[in-house]
T-cell receptor, first 113, second 111 residues
Framework: KAGVTQTPRYLIKTRGQQVTLSCSPI?????VSWYQQTPGQGLQFLFE???????NKGNFPGRFSGRQFSNSRSEMNVSTLELGDSALYLC????????????FGPGTRLTVL | QQQVKQSPQSLIVQKGGIPIINCAYE??????FPWYQQFPGKGPALLIA???DVSEKKEGRFTISFNKSAKQFSLHIMDSQPGDSATYFC??????????WGAGTKLIIKP
């Protein structure tokens, strides 16, 4: 089975712009979670989607949003980018919403100038 | 209460040594404690995990020790190799099935 794929892998934007990141989960997985990873801060949970519904949401401002499609693919959007949004954005998929193991993609490296 | 505190932030060990990474938590509702390993340019990958009804779990050279009363758990790597050099994250799952992550430990194994 193919692993979790994320596109694009690298992105450079300027302050005030918006960005959309994409995640394709492992085939058959219905749960997708998004994380922001910055040096020294570990992984900060953004949100989780299961069967097209947002199940959990982390403590991020409303500029961060996401959605999940009927084929389980997910997108996250960040509007009005700030310098502090520069980070590695990771997507993880799991079989369903209470499965133990999350499988991570390689991430999208976002740089905001 | 939702925090997982991980230490040390970085660790350098000679090949063959036993690096130990520690994590502590407060929320007694956490029910699943995984460790993830992350290499540069890759996403984290599950290494080993434990549930609170077990005090120790071994998988190959990796061992988790779990102390429920102290609310602490740790990762030990036996006979460490340069290929084990990576960042290690502990995590704990809450009642909403959300993983709460430690800040990570950058481990370097010197040849």
């Amino acid at each position: 089975k193919a692993g979790v794929t994320q596109t694009p892998r690298y992105l450079i934007k300027t302050r005030g712009q918006q960005v959309t990141l994409s995640c394709s989960p492992i085939s058959g997985h219905r749960s997708v979670s998004w994380y922001q990873q910055t040096p020294g801060q570990g992984l900060q949970f953004l949100f989780e989607y299961f069967s097209e519904t947002q199940r959990n949401k982390g403590n991020f401002p409303g500029r961060f949003s996401g959605r999940q499609f009927s084929n389980s693919r997910s997108e996250m959007n960040v509007s009005t980018l700030e310098l502090g949004d520069s980070a590695l954005y990771l997507c993880a998929s799991s079989l369903d919403d209470n499965t133990d193991t999350q499988y991570f993609g390689p991430g999208t490296r976002l740089t905001v100038l | 209460q939702q925090q997982v505190k991980q230490s040390p932030q970085s660790l350098i060990v000679q090949k063959g040594g036993i690096p130990i990474i520690n994590c502590a938590y407060e929320n007694t509702a956490f029910d699943y404690f995984p460790w993830y390993q992350q290499f540069p340019g890759k996403g984290p990958a599950l290494l080993i995990a434990i549930r609170p009804d077990v005090s120790e779990k071994k998988e190959g050279r990796f061992t988790i020790s779990f102390n429920k009363s102290a609310k602490q758990f740790s990762l030990h790597i036996m006979d460490s190799q340069p290929g084990d050099s990576a960042t290690y994250f502990c995590a704990a799952r809450d009642s909403n099935y959300q993983l709460i992550w430690g800040a990570g430990t950058k481990l370097i194994i010197k040849p």
